[in-house]
């Protein structure tokens, strides 16, 4: 699916936000002139300002514009992400270098997967484990399981997440450097069809301080045209 334009041009404002290159009070350029320098509707520069300020990076002075906040926060947005693949949501964030190892192995199914995708234990399953660094400091990691012969989430039409502060698995806690006891930031993904089958599940871990907050939004009664524009 390609990116929306509003999320591109929001991910370039927030890598300026990021890096320094536009500081704290700043003022933004008018929605007439992402409109003009971009090509594109009122409609989308609108909501590539607004995604940025539910993210908390710029903040909105009642008919002065907008500017950017003092101290702005690093926020991960859901499902806007789900669109993305790791390298273009990590660029977006930083312009350090990013780096993306995967590999894809099948694996024998224990009874926590096995049970969720209505297998039997010891049923072979696809297993990619995703892992990110940025400027050579790991991000990110990730085990993700699909039955074997799905792939990717072209056919679901619902996400689960579940947010929470715990204890990295060894693998996690090795790739991420964590202390003995050192909680992480955890997402459980669990990725439907519209039949209720479940297609995809993921455990995806950060460093703790890696993100301010977690938004999630999701987008009701857009057309795909809106979507695209």
Known sequence: ???????????????????????????????????????VSDIVARKAIELLLSQGLVRSERRRGIYVSDRPNLTRISPERQRQTPEETFRTESDQDISVDRTTEEVSATEEQAGPFGISVGDKITLVVTRVTEGRKPVSISDTYQPLG??????????EETLAD????????????????????????????QDGRLIMMS???YPRDRYDKFLFRMVLGESSSDANE
């Open 166 to 193: 715990r204890l990295p698995t060894t693998t996690h806690a090795e790739w991420l450097g964590t202390e003995p006891g050192d909680l992480v930031k955890t997402v459980h993904q669990r990725f439907f069809a």
């Open 1 to 39: 699916m390609p990116e929306p334009a509003y999320v591109k041009i929001a991910g370039e404002f927030a890598r300026n936000i990021h890096t320094g290159r536009w500081p704290a009070k700043m003022r933004l350029p008018s929605y007439s002139q992402i409109v003009q320098d971009y090509g």
């Open 150 to 159: 799905v792939t990717g989430v072209s056919d679901a039409t619902h996400l």
């Open 203 to 205: 455990d995806v871990s």
